[in-house]
Structures are given as C-alpha cells and as structure tokens.
C-alpha cells in the first residue's frame, strides 16, 4: 500500500498491502488454500469471513497504477475515447498513451484532479478489492464447496459497490459500533436495510458494540442496560440472521487492547455478558416461534455506488452528506411504520410503492426510462435537488435538471444556491399539506411545466417560485423536492407521499421512541416487531388481537421496558388486514 | 514544481511546472513562439493575457535552489556579506559556501527557518515569476507588436511584487470572485485600486464572478438581482477599462465543472445573461458619453511588498491580516468619499493630501525621509503599530520604533502588547475628536515627544499614557495610530484627518449603503459614480445639477434601483466647485 | 533527524540532528572538548549547560533503528520473547529476526502502531537521550572536574525520564514561559516543584518570561508590573536555586528575533529592566538573611516516566491529560497550604503524609508491593480512575483494577464509561465530607469489599455506587477516586485527606490569590513565603510574630502589595509550632 505522497506502507499497523501485487496474491493464495484445505470439512465449520472490512483504499502504487491502466484500456479501447468522455481536455490533461495516465502525487493533488477521472479510479478500485476477494472466496470453494463465506462491511466508510461483494459471496455482513446514548436508532436500521437489500437472502451482523467502549476510533458513554439487546432485535427486525458480538473478551495485547468485549480483561462476567446470555435463551424461543418472515418493503432508496463516490469527490462544491441525507429520508419512513428497501435505480422497481431517489445526481438514459416506466405503470417517485446532474461519466450533463426527466417531473430547474446566514429563507406548503418549513443548505426554484406546487419560496427573489412539485404522469406522479427540510416537516411530507400511494401509516398517538417493524411469515401470517428505544417504559396498541412470541402473553395493547423488544405475531382472524 | 518535502506535482492538477526548468522554458518558449506567429497580425486580436493567475508559489526542486543562489551571489557577492546582513549566525545557520545554502525541507521547518532567508526566497521567486512573464511577452512583441499584454492577478492570493509585474506588461489586471451577500463592497474596490495603482493607464477585470456557485474554493449564495452589474460598475468607477465575466458556458469537464458561468450547462439564456446583455448596452452609452476619465486621490495607502511578505511570514508573531488592515483603512477612507490609490513608500507621495502606512514594518533610510519630505511640505502621515520594526532585510531595527523617525512623529513606542479576553482596554479621544473606543489586537503606548496626544488608554498599566497622536512637523503633520480601532470610530479618526488635510467629505446624512466616487474628464468636468450596493432603493442628493450618461434624467436628488449604478455628470455651472 | 515520513531533516531550522549517528557523535565530542579544554579552568565559568531542551524526540532513520534493535535485544535476549511481552501477535506483527522491527513509516500509522511497542520507542529515546548528555558531561568532566554541570528541561514537552537526566547532571533546570494573566501561578510551582524533586539538591530556572511577548509559539499580554519578579520569588519558594530570564536583549535576527528580552532590540532600559534590577537587590538582602532552606513536604504526587508516555500513546482511548490531572491535584494541596514533592511509585515513600498515585496506570508488582507497605505503616494513599490498568510492557493487566490492589484499596473497578453530553452525573459525598459535585470526563463505579464509601452516584443505571471510597489497611488508609471533579470538591476531598493524616491547613479565610509556602532551614527555623498572585493589594494573617527578611518590618499581619512578595521568618517563640 503506498499513499499519494509516494510513502509506503509499514508492516506495524494493518492493511499495509496492495491489493494489485501478484506476490502478495500469490501469497494470499496459498495461505488460503492452506486454510481451506485443513479445515475445509471439519464439522464445526460454518462458514467463511473472507479478509475484514474491506474499505476500497487506493493504493498509488506502481502495481496498482499499471492495473488501472490495463483496465481503462479494456474499458475504453484507445486513449482518444478516454480523452473525450472524461473531458481530459481540460487544464491539458489529454493522454497520448496509456502510460500518461498517472495517479493524483500528492494529497492536496489529489483532491483537486479531473473529478470524471477520480470517479474512474473508485470504479476501478471497486472492481480490483471485489476481485481481489473473489479469489479467496474461489480457492474456499474448492475445498469447502458446502460451507457459505461472507464478507464484513465496514459501516458506512466503503467504497465498493455492494452488490460487487454481494456477488462474490453467498451473503453480506455488516459491523457496525453504535454510539450509546448519542447516535439515533435509524443508524442500525439503515446500516440493516443497506446490508440486507444486496442480496437475495438474509445477512450477517458479525461485529457489533459490546462493553466499556474506549478505543483508538470510539467515544461513547457505555451501553445501557437492555441496550445490546435491542441492537439485536433491531437487526433481526431488519433482515439479519445472525448478530455477533464482538469480542468474547478484550484483546489482551496491541492497538485494540482497549476495545470492547463481553468480558473485560479479567475474564469475570458481568452485567453485558449475563444480558447476552438471557438474549440467547430469548432468540432460541423466537427461533422455533418464527423460523422465517421477511419484511415486505413498500418504500424503495435509490443507492448507487458511482453517486455515492460523486458526493465524495465533490464533498466541497455539492456539498452533499450521501448518507445522511438518506438517512434522512429512511428515519422519515420509519417514523411512519414504513419498511425500506435499499435499490439501484436501474433495478426492477414495480415491488414498490415509493420510490425515493434523493441523491440521483447521474442520470444514464437507462435510469431516466426505468424512472418512467415505474410512474407510468403507477408509481410514486420522489426526486431532489441535483437530480441528473451529471453523465455516467461524471462530466456534468448537459440537459437542463433533472437531466432528461423534464417530462417525467413536469418542472425543471431554473437556478440554485446555498443556504447560508445571509439568505435563510422557508416554504409554504399547499394547502393539502398546510403549514411552512425552514430550508436547510440547498435551494432549488423550479420551472412548472405541468407540474402543480406542493411548496413555494417564501423569500428572496425566488420568493413565490416552486420549491417542491408533484406531476401526474401515466398512471403514477413524480414529486420533486428543490429544498432540504427539517425531521418534522419531511414526515409531513413522507404522510403525503404515503396517502398518495396508498399506504396506511403508524396511528397518530403512537409513541416516536417505539419502532414497528411489519414482518410477514411465508404463510402470510403479520408479525410485529416492537423495539422500545427510550431508557423508560412505554405502551403501544396494535388494535388486533395479538401473542408475544416469547413471553406467550397475548392482548393487543403492550407495555415496553426500557429498552427492550417484543415479536407479536398477529392472531388468524386479523389476518390480511393490515393495522 | 515540487513540495517542501521533495514531492513533485504531478500532472492531474494545474501549475506543476517550476519557473526555473531551463526544458520548460525552451518549451514554453516554443509554444508561445508558434502561437504568436500563426495570431500576431490576427484582425481580431485584441491583446494577450500571459498564463493564468502566477501565485509566486516556491518550487524547492534543484533548478530553484541553484538559481536562487546565483540570485544571492548577484546580490550579496559574498557568503560572508549574506550570513552577515540575514543574521546567518542564529542557530549555526552561517554558510562558507553558496552550496550550503538550501531551501527548508519539510513543512513543518519552513515556519521556522530564518525568516531573514524567507524574504530573500519571497524577493527571489516574485523576480524569477516577473522573469518568467516577461520572457513570454518579449516572444509576443515579436510578432505581434502593436497588440498589449496583460495579466490576471488572482486575488490577494499573489506573492509577487505587483510592480515588476506592470512594468513586464502593459498593464494588469485581476481576478476577483466576490460572495454575494457575504463581501462587503470594499473588496472589490480595493482590488480594483491596488491593480489601477502599479501602471500609468487604466487596468481590465479579467475574471468576474458569475452564475451559480458551486466550486472547490468557493461557497456563497448566488448573486442577487443586479450584483453582476453592480461589480462592473464598481470595478469601472475604480479605474478598470475593461470587465471580462467568467465564463461564457459552465464547463463540461475537469476540475471546475461546477464553476460559474453566465451560460449554465444546458445553454440556456436565463436570468443573468439577461442582465449581463442589458448591461452592454448601458455601458455603450456610458462609452459614448464619457470616454476618458480618471479618479483624482487625495488619499494614498502605502503597500510595499516586502511588508505583504513580512506579514506572511510572521505571521503568529506578528498576526496581522496584512490586506484586512489595509481594507480597514480603505473603508474608512471610502465611507467618506474619498478616493484613494495605493503607492510604494519610497514614490513620489506629493500629489496625494494624505497617506496612510499602516503596515509600514520595514524603514529604509530611503522611505523615513521620503516621510519626513513629504510631511516637512505639508502633507498629513499616517503611521501605525509596528511601524519601522524591520530593516531592509527583515531583521529587527536596533531603532526605538517608529525606527528613524521619531523626530517625524514626535512619539516613540515605550512598550506594546496584545490584546486577549484578559486584558481588554479602550481610548478615550482627545476633545477635538471626542468620545471613546474599544482596542483590537495589538495596544502600543507611547512617549510623547513634542507630540500632542489624540486619543489615551483607558486602563491597566499603561492607562493614560498616549494610544495615538499627532506631531506637527514641517508645514505637514505626522499621525501615529498605537491600536487598532473599530470601523466606526475609524471613520471618525478618517474624518479628523480629512479635516487637518483640508478635505471635503461627504454629507453626515449620505445613505451608508452608497458609494459615491468622484470622477475628471480632460476636460475638468466632475462626474459622480454612484453604487447602491443594498438590496432596497436608496436616494441621495448631490446638491448640484446633474446628469445621468445612461438613462438622460436630469437633477440633483437622485433614486437608485437595489443593486444599481447611476453615472451623474456635473453641470458646467457646478464645474471646479466640489459637492 | 528523519521524520515518520522519511523525510530527513535540514539544516534550516534547528535540533535536526539525529541522537544515534556515530558520525555526529564524534564531532560534537571534538566540540565540547576543544570547548572544555579552553574554558573548563577560567575563573569565570560557573557551570555547563548541555545543550538546548532536549525532548526526546524520535529520529526514524536507519541508525537509530539499528541502536533500538540493539537495545532490545540486550533487555529481551530472543524475539521470542519480545513477542510475548509485547503482544507482538496482534495484527501479525511477530519477528522472527530482529531485522523485523521497524519504526512506523507514516504519520497516520505511527499513532495506531502496537502501543506496547511504542512504549518500548519511547523508553529506548529517553535512554539515548540521557547517553547522548551524558557523554557530553563526561568529557567536561576531565576538564572542568569542579563546576557543575546541569540541563534545562523544555517545560512539560519533555519524553526523556527526568530521573535518568538528573542522574547524568549535577541537578536540573527548566525552563517556561508563563503566559501572563492567563496562566494560572500553578503551572509555575508544579514546573519548580517536579524538576526539585529529581534529584537530592535544589534547582534551576535556566529561562524564564520577560519582556513583550510576541513568538511563534506565544501569545500573551504582556507581564504586569511586578509579575517577572513574583515568578522567581515563586521559584525561590519552590526549590530554585538559581532564576534566570531570557534574554538579555532581543535577538538581533532569526527566527526567535520577536522572542523576549529585558531590553528591547534598542536595548534601552524599561519597565522590566528596572523591576528586574531592583528584584537583585532583594535577593541579594534575602541570600544573607536565609542562606539555606528547604520546604518540608507532607504531600506526594507519583510521577512515573513510563506513565506519562501511556497517556501520550493512548491519547484519544484514555483521553487523560497527564500533567493536567496532576496539576489538579497540585493545585487543590496549594490551596490548603500543603508542601508536594514528586516521586516515583517505587521510591521509599515513608517521608510523606499523603501519596496520592493519580495516573497510575502501570501497576508493577514492586509498585503494588510498596504501597502496602507505606499504607499498612500508617500512610494514606489515594488512587483513582484507571489505576492498574496496565502490566509494565504497557500490556492490559489480566487483574481486575486497580490491579493487584483490591485487598489494599478494599474495593474493585466494577464498571466504567465516559461522562458526555447525554449522561451527566454527580456525586452525593458521605456525612463527613458533605454535599455534591458534578463528574467529569470519566465515571468508575466500584464494589465495596471492605472500603467504606466516601461518595456515591447520584444517576444513571449505577446510582448508589461507589464512586468513591477509604479503607483502613493496617495502620493506614486507602481512598480510591473513581471519578473526576472539580476544583472546590476537590479542595474539599484534599481537606479530609489531611484530617485523616493529622495535617494542618490554612485558615478559611485565608485569602486564595496568597500563596504560603513553609520553609524550614536547617536550624528549624519557620520561614513563610507570601507571594501575592493577584493585580490587587492582600492582606494575611499568620497569626505568629514574624520578621520581613527583606524589609526588616515585623508583625503577624501582613500586606502585600499587588504582585509581590514577602519572606517572613517566624519569631522563636512560634519555633516548632506550625501554624
């Protein structure tokens, strides 16, 4: 591994090796075969994690530099096609031959190089970790052919396209290291939702907080009591089929000696590891009550990798938070009771009602017919701000926003800016919604071309100018959304968008710190997860006669410890009926 | 180009070339060579800008270093002259041969070398960049005699002395891309001024602002209805002859894809282009009506170079904001009416009434008595703070400050200090001036030497003793400003000098909103450039019979638009008699 | 020098030298013995300063590799072994040769390296550091046998074990640079205080603030009038021998030229020259009145090298603030008029009243072992927070805290977290203590086996724990501090500390910007030094007739003038008896 700087790594941390060298990968590959060999058959294997939180570094090193060329030659044939679709035309970066094209040299370099070009580069890089761990999961296979592997993502830090890893491996598995106490519950959720929505089949959660947390990347009071469990609920609710706890016990030596474990150094159990010992005893119940379920999704996030890389590359001048802002968008969901799927948007959309692409900023010619052909056949698309932004090349396109999809959303983009101190501003909503929201970081006034206005400016000389419009269009409508919102305001609009699909929504009494989750058995059968994230009791009524999975008990109206979860599968009568 | 720590630039960014490499120039030499043979008698060349935005950035490669010794042996002739006039001795730093002069190695040690050696490396690279131009615009000459050359000054990002600059061309001109809503006006004036100032003839603005925002450097709200023009005229009020908008169209590619444009991505006309079209024709009366004109100054605003390079490298010592002063200043002067140019210290200061030195660090022999024959002839002298704390190499002066000319000020600085949250104090003025004032920065008390003092602190230990004073001395008066001062009540003090310099000032009731500067045809006639920089309509009375260039109105009280500009030209009655 | 990054030092800045060079050994030999042998006899030379605040700071370069890989083999013979005692398994970093250890090479790896290793890193530089001084002594030795020789520490930079450099002098010195009005006094006598304690004999200040502050690592007003000469009546207090300001004059030229001086760069004498010629006047009446003294003291702060750096190299982990929480300790025993000397927690701690091990994170079975002994004899001990946390390779204890411990603090670490935002807590102190204080940083709730809790938790899921307790152990008495307060609880913690070691305070209405240091000389006389910290006039009641040494004034109440001082010899009659 060597950094922009031209340094490379050192053997005294992690991760110091490239993933291009054909020494390294013959190395791995016999240290590998090695493993797979022994212990491909024993009994007690389950299966196989490949490497750890894989996270798509870039390795500037001469290998990697050479790799990258062979593949933009593979992808573009001659350096003049390369020239003309990255737009290389720009500050004299034109290539004669393929030996020009060289990585960014130094940091600040870095940041500033041909942004299609770095866009190339993430491309690349994705391709050359998922190959890289197809490898190992190839040799695995010829000796363990029964035994499934996985691979542990790194949160929310990855840059490598999902559904790449996804396919190198039977399933994906997330860690993640929630915040007690800080970080909001829709974190596990999306983190679940985004992990679950690659694949065809449940997924893993194979490290999650445990612990006195203290280490070189974490600051966080301590979980509270109950709290380790809900974090599995919540996964299971949430698609996981396994949680791990990570570690048994701290590390008794090196960089992690601080991280957490279920037991301390002293190997004493203590109040986590009798909680996790009573959540066994609670899952194995559940198990043999609840053998299967999925979680029917009418809501669909739009999450394309090349997007999620754009937001990076140009963090400065779109000033776009990728996640958060999804995150945003799933919380707004959830507050309603609405499960999420996570989808490209060249996916098959019909299974959804809604469909929310809140970060669409290359529109292909494929994504803006895939988005017609959905509303048409009656579905609800959301689009927002940058929509269309760029080519797939990450050039910026050149159709007025949102890129080719004018007809679609029935407006377009006139003009934006930030928001700053010196130009707050807020929208009126229309009156089926009512009411007026402050606007956060972006505005976008709009053209109406058929569309009619959810919400107008109120200020500055876009006052009275659309800032969020609905177009009927087929049998569906698109909904754009020109101005980021606040939490509150964004269920609204969220409300809106669901009475517009159809969709029946949490009774207006129930308690925000209650998660639902809507589970359905393969014999149709409802099941609701409840998840009480507050550090106090609460009570929920799902108005249908109902029986906790674990407990036993049966009723319909139900009180939640302080953080803690119940699974009520609904009574036959109330069934197809939803709440 | 390489770094402080031995890493070339590659080639994905911009300006990774070293002013030095004797390739390079044969190169450069080639390219220039071939394009102004093919364009030089081109009809429709107008002129040439050479490069783009020269920083003066320091390249530590071989080709530098060697060059910056023979720039030192030209110099100083001898290692033991330069050891002996940078104070080489500190910290063994002392050569016995040229080869042991080197550039810092790593950043962190730049900070720290001799800061002596620091301004020889500004000097020598502002030298070799002022060469380098020049070498360009003497191939150009060749064979494009009768056509100018210019160039783009970025900003007040620029390490090069500005007057080498103009003298390698026919004249400068700047780059400027102020935040609308967020830049006070005076930022534009003040760019205009320093660039107008170095040359004989009137200056161009080569890059404006335009469009919608969204770069790398870059996050404001969008300009307002009318900004785009109000920059022009402001910009032609403060002598530019020519205002270049950048740029036509977004570009489709690169580093700046999100740059501004009057044109967006999609081509189309929208609001900007609009306003920027009406604006030409504006301007065509304008040029019609008033061909040639100048803005006489009273006030003069000293910059020397080695004092902007001073600054820099002093800068935790010495925290000044080295332009941010010197704006003060301007504003101050402008809030008033009055015009001001900039000029070197050692210029002919005899055709201003007043000149300010705020930031006069080095005193020359040449420059105190250039001071002291300008004020001995009636001029007002504005000196300030750590005025004469350097000499010509940048080492401390062994004099008491104001070094060498205390007899002109008839103070000397007894002590100074900075001013934290601990020790907050304030002046109280003298009664011709009245009042009191909150001190910023830096506090230096005097001793009074025949010195009349204008205004004392207020507390700690120094309470009473002289914070600024005034000196008569000759036919003129020397003025010496120990603290720094809020915007209003250095407008006060700016009108107390205008008064001893026997100036006219603007009306106390003048909307603070527009700025009005004075104008002189040839001829002697007065024109009145006025600016309203708000958003809302403003009306000012000049108190004369006047006539709009533009719209053809006449009067003396006169509306303006939000964001607009009216060009009044005096009637002949009212000619020679100012407002 | 080379840097993490490999990049080796210039020679344009200073200390670029490298601790291990063969080559740079020998020429600094020639050096310091052409020095020695021409000066060692000369009737003026008091003494030798080796060289310049050394840090111990971390060359990367090959030779100081190979003296590390030197210097582990001789203290851990095999790698096998190192391999164990520094958990080198983690992350795969075992050697199977002693070529295998390696420095980190990068910045951002150097901080996540193994911290066992990085111990080791830092006690190996301190090691050479002191042979780097001491081989310097050694040749002055031979030719100065009779002048002393001392170093001056830089403050609290310094990453070398204190003891080992005072080994290798004839006693220590230090310097700082107080940041005046913004300092608390504090930072001045724990500075004196730790370099005293080093060694058998007093100490020096070798720099010490003067002048108009104005430095690239200094930003201050400057020292009020009095404020330079209370400075070294608080050195004096505290141990110092030997006070001297830095400098005589401003330095002429270099990077330090804005660096202080008593005089200034015109070398007229000011304010603080004459304050300062005055303060020889008194210390010369004050050397004849009290040749000899020392300050008794009852009170202990630990202070173990190897800790020190654990906080360093666990920065964000343990979030500990090394010197800060010592000080705070510091500071509550000043406040009550207590005598702190610093040791190591395996010197003959029998002097003391009260030991209090703050930062005691490497719990040595010789540690352990020495506590018991000076508790059961009758001593109180006070141990807090993290105690025991580690083994002495910097590994993670196996034992439960404070390790190897329990029995003797008759209380165990139950469970730990840090204090944030979301979970504020307090303490609720046992009747004899009284009252409530608010937590801070970190909260460690404790099992109670035997101790008797002193203080509880007030919220959170361990309300009514132990956060703070006292056991009795033979004749003595150990307390636990598992929780952070603030300055007054903590006043009000070290108040019962002393009751329960049978120590006399200050009266409570002693005023708190007074300062009493008890002194005894060697015939058992009293001696009192005021130092008045405040810009205001004090006045103190010692109860006990009292002579001024310097005034020649008599009385037992006394007034100090604003920033000043008073050395006040108690009558015979009060001998003996403490106030």
Chains 1, 2, 3 share one sequence.
């Not at 507050?335 to 060249?346: E, I, K, Y």
Request: aromatic share 12%; with cysteine; charged share 20%.
């Amino acid at each position: 591994m060597m950094d922009e700087n031209g340094i490379r790594a050192g053997t005294t941390w992690r991760r110091y090796y490239c993933p291009s060298s054909p020494n390294y990968h013959r190395l791995c590959d016999n240290v590998i075969e090695a493993m797979a060999r022994r212990y491909g058959a024993h009994p007690a294997l389950i299966g196989w994690q490949t490497d750890n939180e894989v996270s798509g570094q870039i390795c500037y090193c001469e290998h990697c530099q050479q790799a990258m060329r062979a593949w933009l030659k593979e992808k573009y044939g001659c350096v003049a096609r390369l020239n003309r679709d990255l737009g290389m035309v720009f500050w004299a970066h034109e290539a004669t031959d393929w030996d020009q094209i060289v990585f960014p040299r130094r940091d600040a370099e870095n940041n500033r190089a041909n942004p299609s070009m770095r866009l190339e580069i993430r491309r690349f890089f994705s391709d050359q970790w998922a190959r890289f761990l197809n490898r190992q999961v190839e040799i695995i296979r010829l000796y363990a052919p029964k035994t499934w592997t996985t691979h542990n993502l790194p949160g929310f830090q990855i840059f490598c396209d999902l559904y790449d890893l996804a396919a190198a491996h039977d399933f994906l598995s997330i860690d993640f290291y929630p915040k007690a106490t800080i970080d909001p519950p829709g974190r596990v959720n999306i983190a679940n939702d985004i992990t679950r929505s690659c694949q065809q089949r449940p997924h893993w959660v194979l490290e999650v907080q445990t612990g006195t947390p203290c280490t070189k990347f974490y600051k966080a009071p301590v979980p509270r009591k109950g709290q380790l469990a809900v974090y599995a609920h919540q996964s299971a609710a949430h698609g996981a089929e396994g949680v791990v706890y990570f570690r048994w016990r701290k590390s008794p030596a090196g960089a992690e000696m601080f991280g957490n474990g279920l037991l301390d150094h002293d190997a004493r159990p203590r109040r986590q590891y009798e909680e996790i010992k009573r959540l066994g005893a609670e899952f194995a119940k559940l198990a043999e009550a609840l053998p299967e379920y999925d979680a029917p999704s009418e809501v669909a996030l739009v999450f394309d990798y090349a997007d999620r890389c754009n937001a990076a590359i140009h963090d400065f001048a779109m000033d776009v938070n990728y996640f958060g802002y999804l995150t945003e968008w799933h919380n707004a969901a959830a507050a309603l009771g609405l499960n999420v799927r996570f989808v490209r948007s060249t996916d098959d959309l019909s299974p959804y009602k809604i469909v929310i692409a809140p970060n669409q900023f290359i529109a292909s010619p494929q994504t803006a017919s895939n988005y017609k052909r959905y509303v048409r056949a009656g579905g609800v698309l959301v689009g927002a701000l940058r929509m269309g932004v760029f080519d797939v090349f990450g050039k910026p396109s050149q159709l007025t926003m949102p890129g080719g999809m004018t007809d679609l959303f029935g407006a377009e983009v006139e003009e934006y800016e930030r928001v700053m101190e010196t130009n707050p501003n807020s929208v009126t909503f229309a009156g089926e919604i009512g009411g007026s929201a402050d606007c956060r970081n972006w505005n976008y006034y709009l053209n109406d071309l058929g569309a009619k206005p959810l919400a107008k400016y109120d200020k500055e000389f876009y006052a009275g100018r659309t800032a969020i419009s609905i177009n009927e269009f087929g049998a569906g409508r698109a909904v754009y959304v020109g101005t980021m919102l606040g939490a509150q305001p964004m269920v609204k609009l969220m409300g809106f968008l669901a009475a517009q699909a159809g969709l029946e929504t949490l009774p207006k009494d129930w308690p925000a710190a209650v998660e639902r989750t809507r589970l359905a058995t393969p014999k149709g059968e409802t099941v609701f997860a409840l998840v009480n994230h507050a550090d106090a009791p609460q009570s929920v009524n799902l108005a249908l006669d109902g029986l906790d999975l674990v407990s036993g008990e049966t009723g319909s109206v139900w009180s939640l410890a302080p953080l803690s979860a119940r699974w009520i599968k609904i009574k036959a009568k109330g069934k197809g009926k939803k709440p």
